[in-house]
């Protein structure tokens, strides 16, 4: 699971909604300690979605909403779950939420239900979401897990966002479907005059990891993260 | 006390009772809507085969005035009544379920499409199509002339093919691509029409049988391409008996 050790509470009487802690839980794992790129975590559905805009965004918003309920829940019942059996409980919660996402799309959002129903599944093996159930949900209270869960989904989705961005504009020259190349001249009756190559990588998952690896450096460079 | 084999089972128990009503009552709850949406997303795949769908039409009425339904079997006879004498309405024909029978076992319906508003004669035959792609099943509607001899738009599905890839069937981009495909070679056998492995492939190749590839995903275009194929085979005896009849 997850390679961090049990964030300890911090027990005080009466905090600000949003202190200066509660802020670092939201804001950490958008950059220092970022799910994908520093954890390395949740690759498998990076590589897998990100091919186009608009189904990354509903993935990022299906797991935003699993990761923020499965931490609220597992926190509320953190007291009662037996330690022995507590990464089925775990699973189980996730498989539940998960579920449900699904039940919704099918029911609200029947083409992006076709679209991504694979992918929905398998957000319950997605290790960021029981890796934050394990390292966090289950030592801290419900509000500050709600932020945790926050944070760690805010900065799956802009990774993954991120990607998906360069590798529909490059891979099928589109942003959401809008064919970008093409409106700044890439075709035949354009300046440029010949249609825009679609970059055939981008489209595979290969293309992901190139993408992802140039983020990573980036960020770490920027960031002087340095793996021990 | 929170580590005793008692509470642990007691635990599970309930937790999968809680989880599990949650489940069920969600299901229920949203069962009628998503009935409806796979059955409007049913006649928008098969409208989509004649006409753009668009997001403000009214799918159901459009649906109501310009199509017919009818079903037939293997041999091409029109199949009214099922062995218990019950009406057999083309709409509510599972094509999955009859995928999983034998070809010469199962029902095919037949979408006799009559213009926009429905007028008095058939202008195009509207045939479900099912079959299997690289992770799951794939399926579609194939609009054909009154002949059932050249294909006048195409809509696929899928139940899990690659966004990007696999999943691209269901682009319009995709689906035009067979628009005004023939069928029947000049010596007037089934040759069917097949889409090419790879993108952008030469005019020259793309003849009235072939149509351009998707790149990366050379699977899904093959069973595409064997799904088209079977069912313009089963449907054969259907058009054959109909353009009979006309001569008679």
Redesign the interface.
Same mark, same amino acid.
């Given at each position: 699971m997850s390679t961090e050790t049990v964030d300890k509470p911090v027990k005080k009487d009466s905090e600000a909604l949003f202190s200066k802690r509660r802020k670092k839980i939201v804001t950490d794992p958008l950059n220092d300690d970022n799910p994908i790129t520093i954890q390395v975590l949740g690759i498998c559905s990076a590589l897998?979605?990100t091919?186009?805009m608009k189904?990354t965004m509903v993935m990022s918003i299906a797991v935003i909403f699993v990761i923020v309920f499965s931490n609220l829940t597992i926190s509320l019942i953190r007291k009662?779950?037996?330690?022995?059996?507590r990464i089925?409980?775990q699973l189980?919660?996730i498989a539940?939420l998960v579920?449900?996402v699904n039940?919704?799309l099918?029911?609200?959002a029947?083409?992006m239900y076709?679209?991504?129903?694979?992918?929905v599944g398998l957000i319950i093996t997605n290790c960021i979401i029981m890796g934050r159930l394990e390292a966090f949900a289950l030592a801290n209270k419900p509000y500050d897990s709600i932020l945790d869960g926050l944070g760690s989904g805010l900065g799956y989705a802009w990774i993954i966002l991120a990607v998906a961005f360069f590798?529909e504009l490059f !891979?099928?020259g589109a942003i959401f479907g809008f064919e970008v190349f093409e409106a700044i001249g890439f075709s035949a009756d354009g300046w440029v005059g010949f249609d825009y190559q679609?970059n !055939?990588i981008m489209?595979?998952p290969v293309g992901a990891f190139f993408i992802l690896g140039l983020i990573i450096w980036v960020q770490r460079n920027k960031t002087g993260y340095v793996e021990n | 006390m929170?580590?005793s084999n008692y509470?642990?089972i007691l635990?599970?128990v309930i937790?999968?009772v809680v989880?599990g009503g949650?489940?069920a009552a969600?299901?229920e709850g949203?069962g009628p809507?998503?009935q409806k949406?796979?059955e409007?997303?049913t006649k928008k795949q098969i409208l989509g085969a004649v006409m753009e769908v668009t997001a403000e039409m009214d799918v159901i009425e459009t649906y109501g005035k310009a199509i017919k339904s009818e079903v037939t079997d293997y041999e091409g006879n029109i199949v009214a009544e099922n062995e218990k004498g019950e009406k057999i309405v083309a709409e509510d024909v599972s094509v999955e379920k009859q995928y999983k029978k034998a070809p010469e076992e199962r029902l095919y319906p037949v979408f006799k499409y009559y213009g926009k508003d429905g007028g008095e004669e058939i202008e195009s035959y509207i045939l479900p199509v099912y079959g299997s792609g690289l992770?799951d099943n794939i399926w579609g509607y194939i609009a054909l002339d009154t002949e059932g001899k050249t294909i006048k738009g195409a809509v696929f599905?899928?139940?899990?093919e690659?966004?990007?890839?696999g999943?691209r069937i269901?682009e319009d981009q995709v689906q035009a691509r067979f628009e005004g495909k023939k069928l029947y070679n000049d010596q007037g056998e089934l040759v069917s029409v097949k889409m090419l492995k790879g993108?952008s492939n030469p005019e020259s190749k793309l003849d009235e049988h072939h149509v351009d590839g998707m790149?990366?995903a050379t699977i899904t275009g093959n069973g595409l391409n064997d799904m088209l194929e079977n069912y313009f085979k089963h449907y054969q005896s259907y058009f054959n008996k109909k353009g009979a009849t006309a001569t008679l």
């Open positions: 897998a979605v091919t186009q189904p009662l779950i037996p330690n022995r059996v089925i409980v189980a919660v539940t579920t449900l039940e919704v099918q029911a609200f029947y083409d076709k679209e991504l129903s694979v992918f590798r !891979g099928s679609a !055939g489209v595979t | 929170r580590q509470y642990v635990f599970s937790l999968t989880l949650l489940l969600t299901s949203l809507i998503q949406s796979i409007l997303d992770w599905a899928h139940a899990g690659t966004p990007g890839l999943a269901t993108e790149s990366g």
